[in-house]
């Protein structure tokens, strides 16, 4: 069966700090890896990882997949308040669905 | 206008009572899913069709039956209701189901079971 495993589950920083996610995952027949930001509502695309070492940047979030190790990071500099929500990896096999980890729960306080 | 947009926004019901939960998307998507998020933010595929042909059918009680009428729109009907069932509905939409396309998460239909 697919893993997806993120960490941490939850995390507290304040304004100003670069925070770094981890999503480790075991996957039959990898195809691509997402990651999304979840505020009151609907997840919310960020970046569709599918090559290892080529990094997304959109602002002051960034990502990067390893698929020799099997894992992401998803770094978020110089957090503001608005970045506070939970962030979702996950991951696409050769089937239909994405696969969810379970999120990370960020806090950034004044 | 909204891509993909559910209704209820919030639904409050008692034990046992049947409900239905609709979701339609205007992006031409072929694809079209039901997650459910619990109480712990875990999101977890229920079922998925595509182009009205059901492609996904997780381990889900059959109180639990989807229904496409056109690639357009997939409903969710809970018969029976249960408090387990609590949780937040999510609908979403792809382009093609086996391709590395995102998906498109409607705004969720939160279920409350008393």
């Known amino acids: 069966e697919d893993k997806v495993v993120q960490s941490p589950l939850s995390l507290v920083v304040h304004e100003g700090d670069t925070v770094t996610l981890n999503c480790s995952y075991e996957v039959t027949n990898f195809r691509s890896l997402l990651w999304y930001k979840q505020e009151k509502k609907a997840p919310t695309f960020l970046f569709m990882l599918t090559s290892s070492g080529i990094e997304k940047k959109s602002g002051r979030l960034s990502s990067i997949l390893d698929k020799k190790e099997l894992f992401s990071i998803l770094n978020i500099t110089a957090t503001q308040t608005g970045d506070s929500a939970i962030y979702l990896c996950a991951v696409k096999n050769a089937g239909y669905a994405l696969n969810f980890g379970k999120g990370t729960s960020l806090l950034v306080t004044p | ?114």
């Not at chain 2, 979403?92 to 498109?104: D, G, Y």
Request: aromatic letters at 12%; glycine letters at 4%.
């Open chain 2, 1 to 114: 206008d909204t891509a993909v947009s559910q209704t209820p926004k919030y639904l409050v019901t008692q034990m046992g009572n049947d409900k239905s939960i609709k979701c339609e998307q205007n992006l031409g998507h072929d694809t079209m899913y039901w997650y459910k998020q619990d109480s712990k933010k875990f999101l977890k595929i229920m079922f998925s069709y595509n182009n009205k042909e059901l492609i996904i059918n997780e381990t889900v009680p059959n109180r639990f039956s989807p229904k496409s009428p056109d690639k357009a729109h997939l409903n969710l009907h809970i018969n029976s209701l249960e408090l387990g069932d609590s949780a937040v509905y999510f609908c979403a939409s792809s382009p093609r189901a086996a391709f590395n396309e995102k998906l498109f998460f409607g705004s969720g239909t939160q279920l409350s079971v008393l």
